[in-house]
């Protein structure tokens, strides 16, 4: 299993972050190509050596030509976004949907800390610092980057906060941001080790967002490590230290703490439903269930259970306090068991398909395509969902069921 791991020692941001993913091996070329498919010009990628207190590693600086909006490490004038804007700009570009994912995850997670923060619908949050290019690119980069590493795991360390005091566009604040510490609620962190913003909002949401679990125990094997150097010099090196290892226990099955939380509804109008069970996937849901039950006085109702980490609750929380008629909830720790699961991919006639496998003791012993990939293949094609089906399931049955590449049929 393929681990990578955050060691947030002196904290992180976007640029440290990409730093780190360029040490560690993603190579510079390939992240400056990706990222011009976003369609975005004005800016220059600058990547070079450098080292803070003896440690060397990688600097990433995003240079923004004259004329263009402001980096968001500088006080002046930013071009203001709202997240349909940075939807738009991305969902609009030629990235591949493992990545428009990531990076969509990433933004909102930053939105939805604003929105509690200013009190305002998340639609009517309209980004500061965090829609400036350098940020946009920060944030599409890492997804870019952990789309091309493919970890199964992520994993991070407590994160430093920093201390003292930030300028930004709202003026003086303490640090850490108000952004930084919504969107870290439910990470375990650590403040005042350095006096300066050590986790921005963005390097705080890239974490939110993509780790699986915060530990400080480091229990794999070290394959490659990777240093991202920071713009700040304090008493400790400011750099953000990433690990890509293998797991050193070989399970058959994965196992992992999450919460349920859930609440009755018998007074809703049921077609909320809808838009609250994909708003609670977008904030980090796991999965998200509804049962018919029976409450006092015979009502008919509803049970809604959501699947979460811990590092989603509050959002989840506040999702259902606000978006439901619900007035309470519970919740009660669960342990996950999980088969060993990979995605590979067909090629068909009509195009790729991706698979989805589960394995125990090291064997494949289901497969199934992925839903969205057929039935945009039977939309396009104009042919019948289950033809697809069949297709792929007919190039999954050969070789006792193994995933191979395949030549097209």
């Known amino acids: 299993m393929k681990i990578l791991y955050y060691e947030c020692f002196a904290g992180i941001s976007g640029d440290m972050n990409l730093g780190a993913m360029v040490d560690i091996g993603i190579k510079p070329e390939y992240l400056v190509t990706e990222l011009k498919k976003l369609g975005i010009k004005g800016y220059e990628l ?3 050596k450098d ?3 003896g440690i060397s590693g990688t600097k990433v600086d995003v240079e923004i030509e004259a004329g263009n909006n402001k980096s968001s490490h500088d006080n002046s004038k930013h071009v203001h976004r709202n997240l349909k804007n940075i939807k738009t700009i991305i969902n609009d570009s030629k990235l591949n949907d493992n990545i428009k994912n990531i990076s969509l995850k990433i933004f909102k997670k930053v939105a939805e800390a604003e929105s509690v923060i200013h009190n305002k619908d998340i639609n009517e949050i309209f980004f500061h610092e965090v829609g400036a290019i350098d940020s946009i690119v920060d944030i599409v ?4 980057c952990i789309d091309y590493l493919k970890p199964d795991k992520i994993y991070s360390s407590t994160v430093e906060l920093g201390g003292g005091f930030v300028n930004c566009e709202h003026g003086t604040l303490p640090v850490p941001a108000p952004a930084s510490v ?6 375990p962190v650590r403040k005042g080790t350095v006096q300066y913003e050590a986790a921005t909002p963005t390097g705080s949401a890239i974490l939110a967002s993509c780790v699986d679990e915060f530990t400080d125990k ?3 094997i070290i394959e490659k490590t990777g240093y991202g150097i920071g713009s700040k010099d304090g008493d400790i090196p400011n750099v953000l230290r990433l690990y890509l290892g293998k797991s050193t ?7 992992d703490s ?9 007074d809703m109008n049921p077609e909320f439903y809808d838009y609250i069970i994909n708003s609670l996937f977008d904030a980090g849901a796991k999965d998200v269930y509804i049962t018919p039950i029976i409450m006092k006085k015979s009502r008919p109702a509803a049970k809604l ?8 609750e509050m959002l989840i929380e506040n999702i259902l306090f606000t978006e439901t008629s619900s007035i309470g909830l519970r919740k009660y720790s669960v342990e996950k068991i999980m088969l060993e699961r990979k995605i590979e991919s067909v090629n068909t006639k009509y195009g790729e398909v991706k698979i989805k496998s589960a394995f125990y003791k090291d064997k494949i012993i289901k497969s199934k395509p992925e839903y969205e990939d057929c039935i945009k293949i039977a939309k396009k094609e104009n042919i019948p969902i289950k033809e697809v089906y069949n297709l792929v399931e007919k190039l999954l049955s050969e070789k006792d069921g193994r995933i191979k590449k395949q030549s097209k049929i």
Do not use: H, P, W
């Open 46 to 48: 600058k990547i070079f």
């Open 51 to 53: 080292q803070r207190k």
């Open 141 to 144: 980069g890492a997804a870019i």
């Open 182 to 187: 919504e969107i870290l609620k439910g990470a």
């Open 218 to 220: 480091i229990d794999f």
């Open 249 to 255: 226990i070989k399970e058959s099955v994965e196992k």
């Open 258 to 266: 999450s919460l349920i939380i859930e609440c009755n509804i018998d």
């Open 305 to 312: 259970s959501v699947l979460c980490n811990k590092g989603s």
